[in-house]
Every structure is written in structure tokens, then in C-alpha cells.
């Protein structure tokens, strides 16, 4: 007789710190919440991440006490370059190649019908979920630091209390542990950031723009023409020529390719990844959780 498959409970840890969190509050409390799933901690391989993050997701696999099930798209080696490459495509208003073929496609491969998912959305990330399902309207996620009311904050403390250094993108200032030189950012002061701590890879992004005739920043067309003439009048008279195109939106936001981009247009607001003191605080947001539902 065919052995029945047990659903399972697929925590998907990204090496961000929300979902290491998240992933281990689903750990500590899978027997009350799924008893009858198999659980499962997955990662998709992604080559343009910091190297740090395999140290972090060492650290994190041992604070688990879980192994951790690494998926990758061989065909393009979890390169975000092969694939802009191959699609001749960065990214535009249906998101970036990349995130299709290297993430999305890759748990759609190897996902079940019947596993419930686990993401690191923060409490102040409900609006995630909803665009997630508005795509996926069949995906059933559990999202345990919404339940918690756990912040971004919060679990940069938990790791902090428990030894696990977060990784460098992190201590850099980065907002998420991405891949470097995101090609879904358009920001000037996150580009101008990527500029100073990864030249290279500022320089990769240039040159792959220039060849695909696209443009990755977005500003306001008179901001940069009241603030930096110069480039704003190089940048046209190349449009003019026909070395690069000029494409203004509804809003009056020009797409600036990054070899006109001044080097000190934008701003970059480094983030605050909070202190210390989190474990207890943890503990409590989990038993007033259990309480509200016994009450219930």
C-alpha cells in the first residue's frame, strides 16, 4: 500500500531577519498549531547575495535545530546576471525576471498543493500578504509574526539576544539582505549607496542598462533638472542623439540611467536595527497570544 503524504508546513527562510524569526517561532510552536504536517525550512539560492549570508543562515540552521533544504534554478545558476542575460530584461511594472525565474518559479516547481507556507511578513507587512494571495489566491500561508505582532525591530533583537549576528547588508544599512544591486530598486540614494560600498557592481548594472536601453532609477524630471543641469542637459542631448531614451511618466518622473546618475542625488536613510532586550518581550507577546485564545 502507497504510504499517504503528510501536508506540510514550509517555512521559507530568505536569510532576512524577519524570516529567521518567523521560522523559529513556527518550530517552537508547530506541534500546537499543524500536529499532523511534516515541517520543512526551505532556501532558494540566489549567487548576487552578500557571502555573508551563508554564514548567517549556518548560525541560524543551528539555532533552529532543523537542517534547512536549499532549492536552486540550475538551469540559470541562481544568477540574477544569467537571467538578464538570457531575457535581455531587468525589471519594469510587472517586477523583475529575476524574482520570476530564480524565486517564484522555483517554489512553484517544488511546491504541493496541499503545504502551507511560511513567510516572514512583519506586523506591519499585512499589506504583503494580500498582494501575495491576489496572485496566488489558493496559497494557504500562516504568517506567525503577524499573529505575534512581532516588528522588524523586534527580530533584530531576538537575534541579537540569542548571539546571531545579522548579516552585513544589515549592518551596512540596508533595509533587507537582497541581492546586491537589487534591480527592483529605483531609488537615486539606494543606488548611490550600492555605488560607494559595491563599485562593481554599480558598474555591472550600468553597463547592462546601457545595453538593454532601460533605466533603473526613477526621479522627478524637474528635480533633476533644477538640481543637477548638467547631467539633465547631458543626459538630453544623448536622448537627442539617440545614445539612451527619455521616458517621462504621468507624475513627471523621468527614468535616469545610472551613467547620468549625480553621485549625490537621493538619500539613503540607513537603518535603525535597534538594540538589545528582546527575548523576554517575546515571551510574553507569546503567552498573551495563548491566553486571548483560550479566552476566545
Known amino acids: 500500500m502507497k504510504e499517504i503524504q503528510k501536508p506540510r508546513l514550509v517555512c ?10 518567523a521560522t523559529k517561532l513556527t518550530i517552537e510552536n508547530a506541534k500546537k498549531t499543524h500536529p499532523d504536517h511534516e515541517l520543512v525550512v526551505a532556501n532558494i539560492y540566489l549567487k548576487n547575495e552578500h557571502p555573508d549570508s551563508l554564514r548567517f543562515m549556518e548560525e541560524c540552521e543551528d539555532w533552529f535545530g532543523v537542517p534547512i533544504l536549499e532549492l536552486k534554478n540550475e538551469r540559470y545558476n541562481g544568477d540574477v546576471d544569467v537571467v ?19 524565486k517564484k518559479q522555483v517554489r512553484l516547481d517544488w511546491q504541493r498543493f496541499d503545504d502551507v507556507h511560511v513567510f516572514g511578513m512583519t506586523t506591519d507587512e499585512e499589506k ?8 496566488e489566491p489558493d496559497l494557504e500561508i500562516y504568517a506567525p509574526l503577524i499573529d505575534y505582532k512581532i516588528t522588524k525591530t523586534d527580530c533584530f533583537r531576538m537575534l541579537n539576544d540569542v548571539g546571531i549576528e ?29 555605488r560607494v560600498d ?31 543641469p548638467e547631467d539633465y542637459e547631458k543626459m538630453h542631448s544623448d536622448h537627442v542623439a539617440g545614445k539612451c531614451k527619455w521616458v517621462v511618466d504621468s507624475n513627471g518622473s523621468l527614468r535616469i540611467p545610472l551613467r547620468y546618475l ?16 528582546f527575548f523576554c518581550e517575546i515571551k510574553e507577546k507569546n503567552n498573551a497570544l495563548q491566553k486571548s485564545k483560550v479566552q476566545k
Open 198 to 228: 559595491f563599485p562593481d557592481v554599480f558598474k555591472r548594472r550600468a553597463f547592462q542598462e546601457e545595453l538593454l536601453g532601460v533605466a533603473l532609477v526613477k526621479m522627478s524630471a524637474k528635480k533633476f533638472k533644477k538640481n543637477w
Open 166 to 194: 545579522l548579516p552585513v547588508m544589515y549592518r551596512l544599512g540596508y533595509h533587507n539582505n537582497n541581492c546586491i544591486g537589487c534591480v527592483k530598486a529605483s531609488g537615486a540614494g539606494y543606488w548611490n549607496k550600492i
Open 84 to 102: 538578464i542575460e538570457k531575457f535581455r530584461y531587468m525589471s519594469g511594472v510587472a517586477g523583475a525576471r529575476c524574482t520570476k525565474e530564480l
Open 262 to 277: 549625480p553621485p549625490d542625488a537621493g538619500s539613503h536613510k540607513d537603518l535603525d536595527i535597534g538594540a538589545c532586550g
Open 12 to 21: 521559507w527562510f530568505s536569510h532576512g531577519a524577519a524570516s529567521a524569526v
Open 128 to 135: 504583503r500578504i494580500d498582494n501575495l494571495l491576489d496572485t
